[in-house]
């Protein structure tokens, strides 16, 4: 796997355990990175301090950025979910839950 390490998955260097998951979570952490205005942590507790953060910079996007950051990617929610929430804060249009 080639890329930066702090955008990385914690199942990333395992060849096996590659998924969709891994770029789920990639994207919550440039949500993240978004949402606080600054460069994503490298560690899973100093990217915990910077989610707290996020809860105050702007509150709807914490569910949002932990479901798709959580350790264990059988938890991590489809892209898809993470758009219609995404497209939900922003007003945009909601897609149907049947879509």
Do not use: H
């Amino acid at each position: 796997t080639v890329g930066n390490a702090a955008y990385a998955s914690p199942e990333a260097r395992d060849p096996d355990q590659q998924s969709p998951a891994m770029d789920v979570y990639s994207y919550s952490v440039l949500l993240l990175e978004m949402t606080i205005a600054r460069l994503p942590a490298t560690t899973l507790s100093e990217r915990d301090r910077q989610v707290q953060t996020a809860s105050t910079a702007w509150p709807a996007m914490k569910s949002i950025i932990e479901d798709g950051i959580a350790v264990d990617p059988r938890a991590r929610p489809a892209i898809s979910i993470i758009m219609n929430k995404l497209k939900n804060i922003c007003g945009i249009f909601k897609i149907p839950d049947d879509y």
